[in-house]
C-alpha cells in the first residue's frame, strides 16, 4: 500500500505539470516515474517505528546495489535519473544518508561519499 499511495501522489504532483508523463509500480524500481524532465527511480522502505537507516543498515545498501547493477547494466543513465530513498526509518544525524537530505542546507556529497 506504501507503493500505491506514493505512486498517486506523484501522479497528482505530476498532474499539475501537464500530460507528457508516465508512473509506474515495480517496473525499474519500487516507483519510476518518466517525463520530460527525465526520469526518477524511487527505492520505498516502510518500516516499524523505531528503525533506524544506518551506514550499516541492508535497506541502504540493498538500494545502491539495485542502482548500481541497473547502471552497470546501461538500464539507467545517472545523469539523466534521479535515484530516490524513502524510508519511515530514522536518519541518526552524521550518517551517510542523512549527509543526502535534499532539505539539508549544506549537502555533503562528500562526506557522504566518505561514510
Do not use: F, N
Amino acid at each position: 500500500m506504501y507503493q500505491i499511495r506514493k505512486a498517486l501522489h506523484l501522479c497528482v504532483d505530476r498532474d499539475r505539470r501537464g500530460i507528457e508523463w508516465s508512473v509506474a509500480i515495480e517496473a525499474g524500481d519500487d516507483i519510476e516515474k518518466v517525463s520530460k524532465d527525465g526520469r526518477g527511480y524511487h527505492q520505498l522502505k516502510h518500516r516499524a517505528p523505531g528503525a533506524s537507516l544506518t551506514d550499516a543498515s541492508t535497506d541502504l545498501w540493498k538500494t545502491l546495489r539495485i542502482w548500481a547493477h541497473a547502471i552497470a547494466g546501461h538500464r539507467l543513465d545517472p545523469e539523466e535519473t534521479d535515484l530516490v530513498l524513502m524510508a519511515t526509518a530514522e536518519l541518526p544525524s552524521g550518517s551517510a544518508a542523512s549527509l543526502l537530505l535534499p532539505t539539508v542546507r549544506q549537502r555533503d556529497d562528500a562526506g557522504a561519499l566518505k561514510a
